[in-house]
């Protein structure tokens, strides 16, 4: 037979999961913006990441065509074969940013050793894809003169060392901060309605007028939010791992889910403390959504904090979630362990702090 603190755990975690589940408010508010935060991430990706632009080829002789084919494998446009005539229309359309000319005699000018111009075409409305032309255009010439051996008149050697194992897209950049924002949302807003919900419906009096302790009620409520957050951010990374988006590998595994515990934890701790001060739904709903919001755009969420503004930073430095963000891209994009120890002591002391203010919130609530 359980014990009667464990019985009012257990019975107070299934009823409260069980209203989690069957709650479409909770699941609009919980999941709704951050799926819409990375529909908007992956458009500005789209937009950004690979710059439109017309590329015409005059010359069909060898170094043309070589020259050709290293602007298609650039990896940098999104290149439109076209005519001279339909280069200068999609330009005026603003259907491509730029128009790259490969000239009619460029394989004769390369071979006798010539000054070869490449005529670009910029239609600088835009700072952004403007600069983005102005670096890729001589980056792929100089690939293509390093492609020429020995016979090349510029002597180029390219060597590159990569910091980093892998090369991450930058809409994956944006799934990691993304599912901190899920996991703060979730247990913002789960445990914040779910404390607040037994005094906006008086069954709060009910539970004080029964046998059950109520530390058991406090730990009840705690830990119903937690696990279906922590369920939530698994479940998310499971999926994100099966689309390619986030692949930890080995015990890095475990590293994801301890970071992913942590921030539910202290999310939970949170919003439990600001359901048993407020004691109405509609306000812990609408301040939990806030509350998330700010602390992701504060903790850099959008962006790399470490290029960020001075002011920004030193921001960053004092919210949780920035040590959440960091640790996840270690274990998950570059299997490393680089700060983790910081990471998990920040996060484990603010949960606990998280948590001890949730307590003592619902112990006021209550002896009120």
Not at 52 to 60: E, K, N, Q
Not at 164 to 169: G, L, M, T
Not at 194 to 202: G, P, V
Not at 227 to 251: K, R
Request: aromatic content about 8%; proline content about 4%.
């Amino acid at each position: 037979m359980l014990s009667t603190p464990v019985r009012t755990i257990w019975a107070i975690f299934k009823k409260d999961l069980a209203i989690w589940l069957l709650n479409r408010r909770n699941l609009v508010a919980t999941i709704i913006p951050p799926l819409v935060f990375l529909l908007v991430q992956a458009l500005g990706a789209v937009a950004v990441g690979r710059s439109p632009v017309a590329l015409v080829t005059l010359d069909h002789g060898p170094k043309g065509l070589q020259m050709q084919q290293i602007f298609h494998d650039a990896d940098v446009f999104r290149i439109t074969d076209a005519t001279p005539a339909q280069a200068q229309q999609l330009l005026k359309g603003i259907k491509v940013v730029a128009v790259i000319t490969i000239p009619a005699n460029f394989t004769q000018r390369v071979d006798a050793h010539e000054n070869s111009p490449i005529d670009v075409t910029v239609n600088n409305l835009n700072l952004d894809f403007t600069n983005d032309i102005r670096r890729s255009v001589p980056d792929a010439i100089t690939q293509f003169y390093q492609a020429q051996g020995s016979t090349s008149p510029i002597k180029v050697t390219l060597h590159e060392q990569d910091l980093r194992h892998r090369d991450v897209e930058l809409f994956q950049y944006s799934v990691l901060p993304t599912i901190v924002l899920l996991l703060t949302l979730s247990g913002l807003v789960t445990s914040s309605i779910a404390a607040a919900r037994e005094w906006e419906t008086r069954t709060i009096k009910e539970m004080l007028l029964s046998p059950a302790p109520r530390a058991s009620i406090i730990v009840g409520k705690v830990l119903s939010a937690f696990t279906s957050t922590f369920l939530l951010g698994v479940l998310v990374l499971l999926l994100g791992d099966i689309l390619g988006w986030t692949q930890p590998e080995g015990v890095y595994w475990l590293v994801s889910f301890l970071i992913i515990a942590l921030v539910a934890l202290l999310s939970t701790g949170l919003g439990v403390a600001l359901g048993a001060a407020l004691q109405r739904i509609q306000p812990v709903i609408a301040i939990s959504i806030n509350v998330a919001f700010y602390l992701f755009f504060l903790a850099g969420g959008v962006g790399v904090i470490a290029f960020e503004t001075v002011w920004l930073q030193n921001i960053a430095a004092f919210i949780p979630l920035t040590y959440g963000v960091h640790a996840l891209e270690q274990a998950i994009f570059y299997s490393a362990s680089d700060q983790l120890g910081r990471d998990v002591i920040v996060l484990s002391l603010c949960a606990l702090v998280a948590l001890g203010l949730g307590v003592l919130s619902m112990r006021r609530g209550i002896a009120s």
